[in-house]
């Protein structure tokens, strides 16, 4: 989430719980661990390489149907410039690749919510995660792989973040498909907020 602007909430947030104790591990030791066992196959979380990956990722940003809620279709410069704002040394979000059985098949964000400008328009704790999804090939989607990777993600990261006490989502109102994933992973609606380029469903996945 980019920008920062007041947070309006349509549904009440539930009663905050204590700060977990313990730090987050660096984002790339998150991602980068066993392979995950899901029912559509294995599946694991790899660190973005810019100049091995660009070409894929911006074909997949100008699919239209990601298009409409990525906004990153032109030229590869511009995917190139939307990774280079993560890459940067102390960056608080890690572009990924998603791989099926090795295939690449989606791009993944994991960043730290709580340092993020979206924390100004939520109740924030220490050590949130969140995750963004974009699922690539058109004949990955509208099938139940979005969710099934979502429940296979957040559990890996509940597990080899244990100070982390939640993973959140933001995805546009509008993205019905998305929410219903997340939904279907086990991430639960929390509030609307109105950001500076969206108003977002806010979804928790709890430990």
């Known amino acids: 989430m980019r920008g920062e602007e007041r947070t309006v909430t349509t549904e009440a947030t539930s009663p905050p719980d204590s700060p977990p104790a313990g730090p987050?591990?660096?984002l790339a030791a998150l991602v980068e661990g066993a392979p995950m066992a899901t029912v559509a196959g294995s599946f694991r979380l790899e660190p973005v390489r810019p100049e091995r990956d660009l070409?894929?990722?911006?074909?997949?940003?100008?699919?239209?149907?990601?298009?409409?809620?990525?906004q990153l279709a032109g030229p590869p410069d511009r995917t190139a410039e939307h990774l280079g704002r993560q890459l940067v040394p102390g960056g608080h979000s890690l572009p990924c690749l998603g791989l099926l059985d090795g295939r690449p098949m989606s791009y993944w964000e994991v960043y730290r919510a709580d340092l993020d400008p979206l924390a100004a328009h939520y109740?924030?704790?220490?050590?949130?995660?969140?995750?963004?999804?974009a699922?690539?090939?058109?004949?990955?989607?509208?099938?139940g792989l979005g969710?099934?990777?979502?429940?296979?993600?957040?559990?890996?990261?509940?597990?080899?973040?244990?100070?982390?006490?939640?993973v959140l989502a933001e995805p546009d109102v509008r993205n019905l498909a998305s929410i219903a994933a997340f939904r279907a992973a086990?991430?639960?609606?929390?509030?609307?907020?109105?950001?500076?380029?969206?108003?977002?469903?806010?979804?928790?996945?709890?430990?």
């Open 147 to 166: 969710s099934a990777l979502l429940r296979a993600v957040a559990q890996a990261l509940l597990a080899r973040a244990p100070g982390c006490g939640r």
């Open 186 to 207: 086990g991430f639960r609606k929390t509030a609307e907020l109105e950001l500076p380029d969206k108003r977002a469903a806010l979804l928790v996945r709890r430990r």
């Open 55 to 70: 070409p894929l990722l911006s074909g997949w940003m100008n699919d239209p149907a990601v298009d409409a809620f990525w």
């Open 123 to 133: 109740p924030a704790r220490a050590l949130d995660l969140g995750v963004h999804l």
């Open 135 to 143: 699922i690539g090939p058109p004949q990955d989607r509208g099938r």
């Open 24 to 26: 987050v591990a660096p």
